[in-house]
Nanobody
Framework: DVQLVEAGGGLVQAGGSLRLSCAASGFTFDDYFISWFRQAPGKEREGVLCINRSDGTTYYADSVKGRFTISSDNAKNTVTLHMNDVKPEDTAVYYC????????????????????WGRGTLVTVSS
């Protein structure tokens, strides 16, 4: 079965750091890009850090630029979201999602048409 399992959420103070992991199984990890989304209370889900399925370039939401980064361990089928200098407005449920790689020079979209989703992990940032 296809699975994406997020871990690492919890309570963190503003200004601190947190690492969220996304462990993938049930599909060929190298054939997919992993992106991150979040949904804050009362708000719609938004793309935080998304990778274009065609060229592998990365989109960062303005609110996280310079603070969030992503790393991948293909040997472990795991992607990590590194959250630094967190702020109370980063409080949300964070989801990872897998998007199958597909070359298309006309595809300039990000955070769109994910194939698989995790169930999310809650991050709470206290002020």
């Amino acid at each position: 079965d296809v699975q994406l399992v997020e871990a690492g959420g919890g309570l963190v103070q503003a200004g601190g750091s947190l690492r969220l992991s996304c462990a993938a199984s049930g599909f060929t990890f190298d054939d997919y890009f992993i992106s991150w989304f979040r949904q804050a209370p009362g708000k719609e889900r938004e793309g935080v850090l998304c990778i274009n399925r065609s060229d592998g370039t990365t989109y960062y939401a303005d609110s996280v630029k310079g603070r969030f980064t992503i790393s991948s361990d293909n040997a472990k089928n795991t992607v990590t979201l590194h959250m630094n200098d967190v702020k109370p407005e980063d409080t949300a449920v964070y989801y990872c999602a897998a998007d199958r790689k597909e070359y298309n020079p006309y595809n300039d979209k990000y955070c769109d048409g994910m194939d698989f989703w995790g169930r999310g992990t809650l991050v709470t940032v206290s002020s």
